[in-house]
């Protein structure tokens, strides 16, 4: 596939600077339809919010096509934004890679081992220990962009650039520890597919219809293999080829990649995550005692969320600092690493997509998934945005 691009003559930084505020304004979107959610799901159209998405289209119900259709698509973007930074972007080379990858990893492993803390005794919830992984960069910095200047434009980078290492992470996660039973004929058929995208890649072919077309047939051999189905999204992503158009050398931006991304950003940030959220915020809060609250399971992706990332973002970011490793993001204090810790542990989008898969066989414990990712995730979000907002404004801003 493709190799890193080495031309810098026109490369297409404003793709970060559109990528941050497409997923900022899709946040605050989605946040607005996590609560409208909330809302319908403890009123009396609660009958019509569930029945709906219990509603069977063709082989699926509604629930199932936006979390394994629609979720797809956004899966694609994913894996275009990471091997877009990846190879011509902020995460091209390893020095800018240090700082966000080390925090990332950080902000992994610590709240799998707080969740797992909590639920090491039971078998049945400890499957969950990934719920508390993921950061939800839309909400995140939806949160970040309602602090406008006061934020250091490189610690928006910083965010950003974590959170795409992260949801390799997630990727990764999902697919070695939540398939299914596998049928080895379907997986051979979109292992086929899969490889024929790459020779496409490699042919130099640049027609983007082509791969979608192909991208369709794999996202349906995916799904029968046991496979989660989203999976096809970032594998279709990694073929998509990023080398500029042909008679274009030195344009990258007309490539096939960076104009599906282009396409993709808005779709996904403004319709198809909101959608998500919708979809999959409703909790009824009916009969929900205190009891219910403190169980393992949700404290554990709670504390998960708001401790761990904590102290596995800002405590991997310190010691690598402190090592030499890496530097502090230009015009940033500690407190602003202590705010960005804080808003990692917004984690709906991804975690409410990995608690649907952990527990897939008990929906009894999906409520109590959704009552800790909300949970952990407001009251994180909250604190950073009161961190970042008593940090020091950064010096250009301070000035005029």
Excluded at 2 to 9: C, F, G, I, Q
Excluded at 261 to 275: D, G, R, T
Excluded at 327 to 338: A, D, G, N, Y
Aim: charged residues 10%.
């Amino acid at each position: 596939m493709d190799k890193p691009v080495t031309s810098l003559a026109r490369r297409p930084m404003s793709l970060m600077r559109g990528f941050l505020g497409s997923e900022a304004a899709g946040g605050l979107i989605l946040m607005a339809a996590a609560a409208i959610a909330l809302v319908i799901a403890n009123s009396a159209l609660a009958p019509t919010y569930f029945g709906v998405l219990a509603t069977y289209l063709g082989p699926m119900n509604v629930s199932h096509w936006v979390n394994d259709g629609l979720m797809a698509v956004f899966f694609l973007l994913v894996g275009l934004e990471i091997k877009r930074e990846m190879l011509d972007g902020q995460l091209a080379s390893w020095s800018n890679r240090a700082l966000p990858g080390i925090a990332a990893a950080g902000g992994m492993l610590v709240p799998a081992l707080i969740y797992l803390a909590f639920n090491a005794g039971s078998p049945e919830t400890a499957r969950g220990w990934a719920i508390p992984t993921a950061t939800d960069i839309a909400f995140a910095l939806g949160v970040m962009s309602l602090l406008g200047p006061r934020v250091p434009a490189a610690l928006k980078v910083f965010l950003a650039a974590l959170a795409i290492i992260d949801d390799l992470g997630a990727v990764v996660i999902i697919a070695l520890f939540y398939t299914g039973e596998i049928s080895m004929l379907n997986l051979g058929l979109a292992a086929a597919t899969f490889a024929t995208l790459v020779v496409m890649n490699r042919a130099g072919v640049m027609r983007v219809w082509l791969y979608l077309l192909l991208g369709a047939a794999l996202w349906f051999l995916v799904l029968r293999s046991g496979v989660h189905a989203t999976i096809a999204g970032v594998l279709l992503a990694l073929t998509i080829p990023l080398q500029p158009a042909p008679g274009k050398p030195d344009e990258t931006e007309h490539s096939p990649l960076h104009m599906l991304e282009h396409a993709l950003q808005k779709p996904v940030a403004f319709l198809i995550v909101p959608v998500f959220g919708f979809a999959n915020a409703g909790v009824s809060f009916a009969g929900l005692g205190l009891d219910a609250i403190l169980q393992p399971l949700p404290m554990g992706v709670a504390l998960g969320l708001l401790i761990g990332k904590l102290v596995g973002v800002f405590g991997a970011s310190a010691l690598a600092i402190m090592l030499g490793v890496a530097t502090l993001p230009f015009r940033c204090s500690w407190t602003h690493m202590v705010g960005v810790a804080l808003l990692c542990g917004v984690g709906f989008t991804m975690s409410l997509f990995i608690g649907l898969l952990a527990f897939a066989d008990y929906p009894q414990l999906q409520a109590g998934v959704k009552i800790g990712i909300l949970g952990g995730s407001l009251v994180a979000g909250l604190l950073g945005w009161v961190v970042l907002r008593l940090a020091p404004m950064p010096k250009q801003v301070r000035g005029g």
